[in-house]
């Protein structure tokens, strides 16, 4: 049906940048939101950023002023643009997605995930 494939993830320095983008593909009639969610070891998964189908975002109050969140409707694919990173932003990072599918209905959509590291 539909499939969102995350990229991006990797290992970086403390203070340093990274850059997530997730596709979605299927038979996909529109998408609204799409989040990042991230999961730390022993943690609970959280909402990071979502951004509507109008571009209207909302951040956790740890990362915002230093994560950005954008989506390119044409390429049915989200972005997190991660800037000065903490150690403590260290966890398996997942895009989430609803998407009205052919039938038009709506599911609730998750990526694989992709790991980011941060060293101090």
């Known amino acids: 049906q539909v499939q969102l494939v995350e990229s991006g993830g990797g290992l970086v320095q403390a203070g340093g940048s990274l850059r997530l983008s997730c596709a979605a593909s299927g038979s996909i009639r529109s998408i609204n939101a799409m989040n990042w969610y991230r999961q730390a070891p022993g943690k609970e998964r959280e909402l990071v950023a979502g951004i509507t189908s109008g571009g209207s975002t909302n951040y956790a109050g740890s990362v915002k002023d230093r994560f950005t969140i954008s989506r390119d409707n044409a390429k049915n694919t989200v972005y997190l643009q991660m800037n000065n990173l903490k150690p403590e932003d260290t966890a398996v990072y997942y895009c989430?997605?609803?998407?009205?599918?052919?039938?038009?209905?709506?599911?609730?959509?998750w990526g694989q995930g992709t790991q980011v590291t941060v060293s101090s």
């Open positions: 989430h997605s609803y998407v009205e599918i052919t039938t038009g209905y709506e599911y609730s959509y």
